[in-house]
């Protein structure tokens, strides 16, 4: 059973048209993060969320932290081609310091 | 700053032989983390080392082993090799593994068991 559900699973877009990738879970989390996996490379984190509520912008992305902590949503303003790539979340939950990860949501930005 | 170092980046074997990969983590991180990312599970979480002791272990069996040197350097280590052992295999590196997922990857090292 995966702990961390991403949707969709892969999103194929127009340079230019907005997005949301979801993460839910069923459990509460004390921290969740964002990535961008490249193909042939490691996951780079975008963010961390860690309150209840929380939004954060990094430039034309936006995350939120469920007011509940048990989900996630990234939303990409005006997509770019440099957006693609692989999305990931991962997060912590039950006092383990193991991370759990989803599987990812594969984004393509045609242009 | 560098970044976490990962060695080598393609590696071919055959089943039944043994692995060892290399990891040198960012200059002042002591934690070290090591996963598996498949196509079919996605990423998941072989072991945490800290001070050169296995802080967390993930779901894996014995085959996969892993050690930490006083500088921090990790290695895994593979053995009697499956089909299903090929992956991406990554390290990432913080400075206390404390925030758990919050870490910083290297490339990866791709494994093609044959």
Redesign the interface.
């Known amino acids: 059973t995966?702990l961390l559900e991403q949707s969709p699973q892969f999103l194929s877009i127009q340079e230019g048209e907005n997005l949301t990738v979801y993460c839910n879970s069923s459990s509460v989390f004390?921290?969740l993060?964002w990535?961008r996996q490249e193909p042939?490379?490691?996951?780079?984190?975008l963010v961390?969320v860690v309150t209840g509520g929380e939004v954060k912008k990094l430039k034309r992305l936006t995350f939120q932290f469920g007011d509940a902590r048990k989900d996630s949503s990234l939303h990409i303003t005006a997509a770019q081609t440099g957006d693609t790539g692989l999305y990931?979340c991962?997060?912590?939950s039950g006092g383990s310091?193991?991370?759990?990860?989803?599987?990812?949501t594969s984004l393509i930005v045609h242009p | 700053k560098a970044g976490v170092t990962q060695t080598p980046r393609y590696l071919i074997k055959t089943r039944g032989q043994q692995v060892t990969l290399s990891c040198s983590p960012i200059s002042g991180h002591r934690s070290v983390s090591w996963y598996q990312q498949t196509p079919g599970q996605g990423l998941q979480f072989l072991f945490e080392y800290f001070s050169e002791t296995q802080r967390n272990k993930g779901n894996f069996p014995g085959r996969f082993s892993g050690r930490q040197f006083s500088n921090s350097r990790s290695e895994m280590n593979v053995s009697t090799l499956e089909l299903g052992d090929s992956a991406l295999y990554l390290c990432a590196s913080s400075p206390s593994g404390r925030t758990g997922a919050e870490a910083f990857f290297g490339q990866g090292t791709r494994l093609t068991v044959v």
């Not at chain 1, 042939?40 to 984190?45: F, Q, W």
């Open positions: 995966q004390s921290s993060q990535y042939g490379e490691g996951p780079v984190l961390t990931l991962a997060g912590e310091y193991i991370p759990t990860f989803g599987r990812g």
